[in-house]
């Protein structure tokens, strides 16, 4: 992994756009995440765009498409390869405490799972695949794929780019962060959740 970090350092223009794209691409689509988490691939772009070699919304662009691209691939390579997929030798070296972990995920928070995932390492590079399987409705994925997308390569450049030379003091702190946040908005949504609740209790009860 380091050389492929290495090997990025040194790009410049359309070639680092090309390879941060790809790997944000792949990290859904080929599973390339549990090699090469994308927020690194994505923080070392944004330094890349402090240093001028890169155009910093150029970088964010490609950065979000290619997440949003890859996750739907990722979605119909679970929809159509199903179960069989977990029982192949990718998904037997992907482990199954892994598979296990990200279904217990998409079960509880349902096409929520899709923009939380993208939060949470493993998460971001199984929940795809998982709700094609679980033929979770295209339209409701895509919404929230879109939606996470977006928010998270943005952030995760703009990171980048902010830390600029120092990228790598923020890096393993970044995934703690982006944990803490899918908490959030979860104790976020659950209180409004509950609020509601109690709104249409009490209008129902009144005369």
Known sequence: MDGVIDTLAALSGWAALLVVGGLAFGESAAFVGLVLPGETALLLGGALAATGRVSLVAMIVVSTVGAIAGDSVGYEIGRWSGPPLRRSRVGRWIGEQRWCRAERFVARHGPLAVLLGRWVGVLRTLVPALAGMNRMPYRRFLLFNALG?????????????????????IEDHLGEAGAGL??????????????????????????
């Open 149 to 169: 997308g977006a928010a998270w390569a943005g952030t995760v450049v703009l990171v980048g780019y902010l830390a600029g030379a120092s990228w790598r003091r």
């Open 182 to 207: 899918a908490a959030l908005v979860v104790l976020c949504l659950a209180a409004w959740w509950l609020i509601r609740r109690r709104r249409q209790a009490r209008r129902a009860a009144r005369p």
